[in-house]
């Protein structure tokens, strides 16, 4: 729902999930720190607060984070937003909303990235100009020759339809060289002004997961089929922070959710010296993205379709994930 959020469609709390009440009435114990770092050998972590805890069993569930190393910005320049974590999202839809009160005009946003992200986030940038009386200032730059590569051609070509026709201007089969005190520079040379660039690229689990001295890359801890570190039974991992060994995944929640069941039987029979169970991750799955104006774009295998049921959909697959928790 974070694309929906920066659009203006959702409030803040619709978006939210309270870890410590859901912990509690769980049966756990919810800590509010930060690990920054991670004992394998002593099984310990290390907390900002300076405190030391010991497990025998760790899950790791930390996500991603978008490396913005090579688009750091002049001090006067304009701001860049990774879109991960989500709360900077909200930041941004304030900073945006406050300048069209104030000057009646969206400031310029650039967005680098035409995967499904970049894509609905540039769609949902222009809703929310649109919610506020005015008129979208977004680019969307992209090294792919089309928006949503992975995605049938009949989509993509769809989803390319209705971003043109909010007045975003889109640059294919470019990249962004550097940010500069006006804007961001492209490969050719040409520079598009802006005050805000959104980087929907660089996607990459949390550094935290490479400083284990465990098999780990970018794409987060190897995992075996179990969801277990290829080097330590005793450290499981899941989401975005995880690299699932037997085959490449999508870093899509789906995956996520599926997962930590496993791991949540994997833990409890850990304990109790039992089997294991594998995780055996779906071939076709569901993916719908917001497109701002009321429509979505529903992709499962090679089906697609652009509509207000696709948009519907989503919002109630949603809405219903978040109820579940914030009432479990």
């Known amino acids: 729902m974070a694309t929906g959020l920066?659009?203006?469609?959702?409030?803040?709390?619709?978006?939210?999930?309270?870890?410590?009440?859901?912990?509690?009435?769980?049966?756990?114990?919810?800590?509010?720190?930060?690990?920054?770092?991670?004992?394998?050998?002593?099984?310990?972590?290390?907390?900002?607060?300076?405190?030391?805890?010991?497990?025998?069993?760790?899950?790791?569930?930390?996500?991603?984070?978008?490396d913005i190393s090579g688009l750091?910005?002049?001090?006067?320049?304009p701001r860049v937003w990774p879109v991960k974590p989500i709360p900077p999202l909200y930041e941004l839809r304030a900073s945006l909303e406050q300048a069209?009160?104030?000057?009646?005009?969206?400031?310029?946003?650039?967005?680098?990235?035409?995967?499904?992200?970049?894509?609905?986030?540039?769609?949902?940038?222009?809703?929310?100009?649109r919610r506020n009386g005015a008129e979208p200032q977004v680019t969307l730059i992209s090294s792919s020759e089309r928006l949503l590569p992975d995605a049938p051609v009949g989509?993509?070509?769809?989803?390319?339809?209705?971003?043109?026709?909010?007045?975003?201007?889109?640059?294919l089969q470019m990249r962004a060289r550097r940010i500069t005190e006006r804007g961001v520079e492209l490969e050719s040379g040409?520079?598009?002004?802006?005050?805000?660039?959104?980087?929907?690229?660089?996607?990459?689990?949390?550094?935290?997961?490479?400083?284990l001295g465990l098999a780990a890359g970018?794409?987060?801890?190897?995992?075996?089929?179990?969801?277990?570190?290829?080097?330590?039974?005793?450290?499981?991992a899941a989401g975005d922070c995880a690299d699932f060994a037997p085959r490449d995944l999508p870093k899509l929640g789906v995956f996520g959710v599926k997962a930590a069941g496993i791991i949540h039987h994997n833990l409890l029979a850990s304990l109790r010296g039992k089997p294991l169970k594998h995780y055996k991750p779906q071939r076709v799955w569901l993916a719908i993205l917001n497109l701002g104006d009321g429509r979505g774009l529903l992709l499962?295998?090679?089906?697609?379709?652009?509509?207000?049921?696709?948009?519907?959909?989503?919002?109630?697959?949603?809405?219903?994930?978040?109820?579940?928790?914030?009432?479990?």
């Not at 769809?158 to 909010?166: D, G, M, N, V, W």
């Not at 970018?218 to 499981?236: E, H, I, W």
């Open 6 to 66: 920066l659009g203006g469609r959702y409030a803040p709390e619709d978006d939210q999930i309270e870890p410590g009440k859901l912990i509690h009435r769980c049966g756990g114990e919810f800590i509010q720190d930060r690990v920054d770092a991670i004992n394998t050998s002593t099984r310990t972590l290390s907390l900002a607060s300076g405190k030391t805890i010991h497990y025998d069993w760790l899950s790791l569930n930390v996500g991603s984070e978008v």
């Open 72 to 77: 750091e910005p002049p001090s006067d320049g």
């Open 100 to 129: 069209i009160r104030d000057s009646g005009e969206m400031p310029p946003v650039v967005v680098i990235g035409g995967g499904a992200t970049g894509s609905e986030l540039t769609a949902n940038l222009a809703g929310l100009a």
């Open 155 to 171: 989509a993509s070509r769809a989803l390319t339809r209705a971003i043109a026709s909010f007045g975003i201007k889109l640059h």
């Open 190 to 211: 040409e520079e598009i002004p802006c005050k805000h660039v959104l980087a929907a690229v660089g996607l990459q689990a949390k550094s935290l997961t490479r400083s």
């Open 218 to 236: 970018p794409a987060g801890l190897r995992v075996n089929s179990y969801m277990q570190s290829l080097d330590d039974q005793r450290v499981f």
């Open 300 to 328: 499962w295998w090679k089906v697609w379709w652009l509509g207000r049921l696709s948009d519907w959909l989503k919002d109630r697959i949603d809405r219903r994930f978040m109820a579940h928790y914030k009432h479990t």
